[in-house]
């Protein structure tokens, strides 16, 4: 075990754990942060996408080791229920959810590429959202939700 000092959602928080443990393992066992979900494992469906100083990372499989002393943002850090963040706002109007296990890996992975290219087109939108899966199929909607989102805080 090893203590080892995370910043989350702008909160310094340290976890005894091993330092491979997986990143995710530490946001929902240790820190109760249930925004990330567990997918794949294998860092193929994007469920537990997170940010880590602006980049969107899938946590479950990145060692926790790795990201010590970096700005980690979870879906949590985005705004709160009676104060959603304007891309959590445009989720729930356009419905994009249907089972919503994928939900938050679009948000994180969304918001972290929008926010690097908040003129992005179509395609490139689509492109950054390709590593994310939807069981569900609700794809049109969860564009039409980033699309908003762009539309609404692009600058």
Request: aromatic residues 6%.
């Amino acid at each position: 075990m090893s203590r080892i000092t995370l910043k989350v959602n702008g909160r310094s928080v340290t976890v005894d754990v091993e330092p491979d443990t997986p990143l995710l393992y530490v946001l929902r066992n240790d820190l109760g942060l249930n925004g990330p979900r567990f997918g794949c494992g294998l860092g193929q469906c994007g469920a537990c996408t997170v940010i880590v100083e602006g980049e969107a990372i899938r946590s479950c499989i990145t060692p926790v080791e790795f990201v010590e002393g970096f700005d980690i943002i979870t879906l949590e850090g985005l705004g709160t229920l009676e104060n959603p963040h304007p891309i959590q706002k445009a989720f729930i109007e356009n419905q994009a959810a249907q089972c919503g296990y994928c939900i938050n890996g679009f948000i994180m992975q969304a918001k972290a590429f929008l926010d690097q290219n908040p003129r992005a087109s179509d395609q490139e939108i689509i492109a950054a959202l390709e590593g994310n899966l939807c069981r569900c199929g609700t794809y049109l909607r969860i564009l039409q939700a980033v699309k908003q989102y762009q539309q609404e805080v692009r600058l």
